[in-house]
């Protein structure tokens, strides 16, 4: 991945000269080594506003460009179950840049990708399935009384550590039942 260079003001100004003075629009960014778009831009920015200046910008400049925050969104795509540790030294590899563990948090949640559990679903065969289905008929019209004598197993893991050690997968909002994120 390449990071944009910005021009410098004087050839900015060099473009806008030659362009007033009748040269194409093809021939300027030629002659500069840039795309069509960017003399484009310096030329309508000219006619609006007599200046090529770059105009100021508040705010922290950004650590990764909109073509990199594509890139670890789509490989958080394809691998759901990624760290973001992996994903940092992915784009390292990729771009030859350190960036912050933090940074790759922020990029996947404007991407809305969230760091959730997977789903766990059991497949049952069909004696399975029957069987629950037919102990579900039975109990249909209990009571809340005789409910009240139910004893549920609980399966909650407690732990004392920071880490559960638990998977967890990248997801969109409102998708926790796709196939994509059951296990």
């Known amino acids: 991945m390449s990071r944009r260079s910005r021009l410098p003001d004087s050839l900015r100004w060099r473009a806008v000269g030659w362009m007033g003075m ?10 500069l080594n840039v795309s069509r778009s960017v003399v484009q831009r310096f030329w309508d920015q000219y006619q609006s506003e ?17 073509a990199e925050d594509r890139f670890l969104a789509l490989s958080t795509r394809r691998r759901r ?3 973001v540790p992996q994903l940092v030294a992915d784009h390292f590899v990729a771009s030859w840049r350190r ?3 933090t940074t790759v948090r922020r990029c996947l949640h404007n991407a809305c990708l969230y760091a959730r559990r997977p789903v766990m679903c ?3 065969n069909e004696r399975q399935r029957r069987a629950c289905f037919c102990w579900a ?5 209990w009571t809340r009384q005789q409910w009240a004598s139910v004893l549920y197993t609980d399966v909650s893991r407690f ?9 967890l997968i990248w997801r969109e909002q409102r998708t926790r039942y796709q196939q994509s994120n059951t296990l």
């Open 22 to 31: 009748g040269l194409s629009q093809a021939d300027a960014p030629r002659r």
């Open 50 to 66: 007599d200046s090529v200046s770059r105009r100021h910008v508040s705010g922290r400049p950004r650590v990764t460009t909109p």
């Open 81 to 83: 179950s990624t760290t």
């Open 99 to 101: 960036i912050p563990a």
């Open 122 to 124: 059991v497949p049952l």
């Open 137 to 141: 008929r039975e109990h249909v019209s």
């Open 159 to 167: 732990t004392l550590e920071s880490d559960s050690g638990r998977l």
